[in-house]
């Protein structure tokens, strides 16, 4: 009987926790981006995350674009995330295989979002009704860097854009040569 009055707690934290982490990925993603900062979601998003993050950016850990106070804490809320339902039934975890095994979910989860910003952004193109939201706005502000890449590469031909389509490839291989190797090592302590 235990067991099934924790389940909608279980659910209830997982959820809590995926949310917040769900606000700071984007929040890593629109500084890699460089989104449009005057757009009201991504303006909603630096609200949220800003309390937590300007006190801890006295200390300067960039790599590029890349800011690694935000890395730390979603690999923090990732590895929570996991820890949750383990936690609840009594399974012991070790602490630096949750921290590698978060770090390998968060990767996994980045590139999750990014796929879907890419599938959500081409059907988005086909509405121009559409195209002038704000979030049509944002999806296409994340992707277009990379899609310039792929341009440069492989320019339009007679009129077709490859470019999603390359670009989701590449984040499922990504994906696939990142993340096994990282619950792998987690597995070894």
């Not at 460089?34 to 303006?43: E, G, K, R």
């Not at 630096?46 to 006190?55: G, Q, S």
């Not at 609840?88 to 989860?109: M, P, Q, T, Y």
């Amino acid at each position: 009987m235990e067991g099934y009055a924790s389940t909608p707690i279980i659910f209830l934290s997982t959820f809590i926790v995926g949310l917040i982490q769900f606000i700071f990925i984007l929040r890593l993603i629109f500084e890699i981006t460089q989104v449009n900062f005057y757009n009201p979601v991504c303006q909603m998003v630096v609200k949220f995350t800003d309390p937590v993050l300007k006190p801890l950016r006295i200390i300067p850990l960039n790599f590029g674009r890349v800011d690694l106070i935000i890395i730390i804490i979603l690999t923090l809320f990732t590895s929570i995330k996991i820890f949750i339902p383990y936690s609840i039934s009594g399974i012991d975890i070790n602490l630096i295989s949750l921290l590698i095994a978060g770090f390998g979910k968060l990767i996994n989860e980045i590139l999750d979002i990014l796929w879907w910003v890419v599938i959500i952004g081409a059907i988005g193109s086909w509405f121009m009704g559409f195209n002038s939201h704000p979030i049509f706005n944002l999806i296409d502000d994340i992707c277009q860097p990379f899609y310039n890449i792929i341009r440069r590469i492989l320019p339009p031909m007679s009129g077709l854009d490859f470019s999603p389509i390359i670009l989701l490839v590449l984040i499922t291989l990504t994906e696939l040569i990142l993340v096994p190797p990282i619950y792998h090592f987690a597995s070894q302590f």
